[in-house]
């Protein structure tokens, strides 16, 4: 078995992505597209994901999408994504999303989430991720902490056929 001598902070994933809202990002209420969103999500969650590993990642899956409120043409949509947890080949990884006021640059959290993402070889096989995770603050550590109760909760969920 393969031991890590290896760390990177929760810093070292952190992601920003900043979009503007355009005719082609919202749906028919004139708000912005969820499946757009997830798309955003789930490509932050990756650079995240890839910062951390130092190789390719994929999405094993997507838990606790919360939408909060909307989002309108013109809006600035700001996602951040941040390494939460490390495991041996997979990683959980949050993601706010939230709107900037434009006059005042105060940010309205509108959604986040929380994906698995699995560190691959070059044929698509999981990979052992060579550097551990250190959670720092009261903060990183109650993320740490959560992180563990969710995976337990996904296992057992899974041993429930959910």
């Known amino acids: 078995m393969e031991e890590r001598t290896k760390y990177k902070k929760c810093e070292d994933s952190l992601t920003e992505i900043t979009k503007l ?13 969820g499946g757009r969103l997830m798309e955003w999500i789930d490509e932050a969650a990756g650079v995240a994901a890839m910062r951390h590993a130092g190789g390719n990642c994929v999405t094993l899956m997507v838990d606790s ?29 949050r993601v706010d999303t939230y709107v900037e006021e434009k006059h005042t640059g105060i940010r309205r959290a509108i959604n986040h989430a929380y994906l698995t993402l699995v560190h691959v070889d070059d044929e698509g096989r999981p990979k052992f991720i060579e550097y551990g995770f250190i959670p ?17 909760i996904r296992k057992h969920r899974t041993t429930e056929g959910f």
């Open 21 to 33: 809202l355009q005719y082609r990002d919202i749906n028919g209420q004139n708000r912005l597209f």
């Open 65 to 93: 999408l919360k939408f909060k409120c909307g989002a309108y043409i013109n809006d600035i949509v700001v996602l951040i994504a941040k390494v939460t947890y490390v495991g041996k080949t997979s990683m959980e990884v």
């Open 136 to 152: 720092e603050g009261v903060n990183g550590l109650a993320e740490y902490e959560g992180a563990k109760k969710r995976i337990e």
